[in-house]
Nanobody, 124 residues
């Protein structure tokens, strides 16, 4: 599976962006899709994940501000980012994992395929 992320950019605090991640092939019911991010000098961290059923999971730092969704017909994953603040500045990566169990959804190592990343910069 090849993943192509897009939609990053520079915004002011309080602004919004929508990230997209197009998959080269259909990811079925055994796959989970997720977004991770890596800020300057930081490790890659979990942002959000969604199962084929539509069940969603978020990190505490983005809950209530970000929304993950997927269009299974288009093989595309989305991340709506609202109320952005400078701490959200990072490269955002989409990922797909086969057979990811619930306890591993936030684990970088559980995902098999990764997009190239898209930069999100929040500054005034």
């Amino acid at each position: 599976v090849q993943l192509q992320a897009s939609g990053g950019g520079s915004v002011q605090p309080g602004g919004s962006l929508r990230l997209s991640c197009a998959a080269s092939e259909r990811t079925g019911g055994s796959y989970a899709m997720g977004w991770f991010r890596q800020g300057p000098g930081k490790e890659r961290e979990f942002v959000a994940a969604i199962r084929y059923s539509g069940t969603t999971y978020y990190s505490d730092s983005v809950k209530g501000r970000f929304t993950i969704s997927r269009d299974n017909a288009k093989n595309t994953l989305y991340l709506q980012l609202n109320s952005l603040n400078p701490e959200d500045t990072a490269v955002y990566y989409c990922a797909v994992g086969r057979g990811v169990i619930l306890s591993n959804l936030r684990n970088v190592a559980a995902y098999d395929y990764w997009g190239q990343g898209t930069q999100v910069t929040v500054s005034s």
